[in-house]
Nanobody, 123 residues
């Protein structure tokens, strides 16, 4: 069983930056696909970015050029560097993982989820 724990959320002003971290435990392999999702109140959970084991990445259009996903397999860790934050980035951010990687941003592809970390961006 894979266990994911996110950290790094907080409150920032528009234009600011945050770095989220997800630490995985329990038989997670470097070949797993790992992703960040977010969910704002009243909205569906949406995919933000995903990274394969070989570091191939994919981003949602809304965050391209502002967010960067990366992983450190030696530390079983996933990161999301968020720059130029906007109020519409406010959401609960989740880390997710799946053993068979299709580099997808739809939630139903993912088997393992963290509890989330809150990001709030004020204008």
């Amino acid at each position: 069983q894979v266990h994911l724990v996110e950290s790094g959320g907080g409150s920032v002003q528009a234009g600011g930056s945050l770095r989220l971290t997800c630490v995985a435990s329990g038989n997670i392999l470097s070949t797993y696909c790992m992703a960040w999702f977010r969910q704002a109140p009243g909205n569906e959970r949406e995919g933000v970015a995903v990274v394969e084991g070989d570091s191939t990445t994919r981003y949602a259009d809304s965050v391209k050029g502002r967010f960067t996903i990366s992983r450190d397999n030696a530390k079983d860790s996933l990161y999301l560097q968020m720059n130029s934050l906007k109020p519409e980035d406010t959401a609960l951010y989740y880390c997710a993982a799946v053993s068979t990687c299709y580099l997808q941003l739809q939630r139903h592809y993912y088997d393992f989820w963290g509890q989330g970390t809150q990001v709030t961006v004020s204008s």
